[in-house]
């Protein structure tokens, strides 16, 4: 999968809470291009000392299904930073979103982050995402990426949107 573009409009900054969670589909991507058992431990074990061992192993598994989901339906790689980066691409806040939308049944986020994501927002994608986003519900905080206006002003509400939405004490920071 490539890496972000740095010379995007919008910056992203992950909370060192979330930054497991993205990092364990960035560990995957590099697993793509050169396969390493022990970079996946080791997001692995970050995560697992937030949600415990056996949910970490349990999320891995369900990242890495829904990893193949997203590689089967897209015909372009996302967009990763490098892995232990809180700086994140709009793809990766899209695809925590997608998967916040899932446990949370927001069907209309759902949607708008598999259409943004250029995937189909079929059932089994939605099933695998409410898999991992259940694994994970203890670190998703239904504000962080739950909420439709956040979402339109980091994927293309424009600047109208963006002046209206105040950063708060939230785990995800927007620059523009």
Do not use: H
């Not at 050169?34 to 192993?57: D, K, M």
């Not at 892995?83 to 899932?102: K, M, N, P, T």
């Not at 695998?128 to 990426?145: N, V, W, Y």
């Amino acid at each position: 999968m490539q890496k972000s573009n740095p010379d995007r409009s919008v910056l992203i900054l992950f909370s060192p809470k979330v930054l497991p969670v993205i990092d364990l589909f960035r560990g995957l991507a590099e697993l793509e291009e050169n396969y390493s058992s022990p970079l996946l431990e080791e997001q692995e074990g970050q995560l697992a000392a937030l949600i415990g061992s056996q949910q970490a192993r349990a999320a891995l598994s369900d990242a890495l299904l829904l990893s193949f989901e997203l590689k089967r339906q897209r015909r372009s790689l996302l967009a990763f930073s490098a892995v232990g980066s809180r700086q994140g691409s709009v793809e990766e806040f899209c695809l925590l979103a997608l998967i916040a939308a899932a446990g949370f049944a927001s069907q209309p986020l759902f949607v708008r982050a598999a259409t943004v994501l250029n995937i189909e927002p079929t059932e089994t994608l939605r099933r695998l995402s409410l898999d991992l986003s259940k694994r994970l519900s203890q670190l998703f905080l239904e504000g962080d990426f739950t909420d439709i206006n956040r979402f339109e002003a980091v994927v293309g509400g424009g600047p109208q949107m963006a002046r209206d939405i105040v950063p708060d004490d939230s785990s995800i920071k927007f620059y523009f």
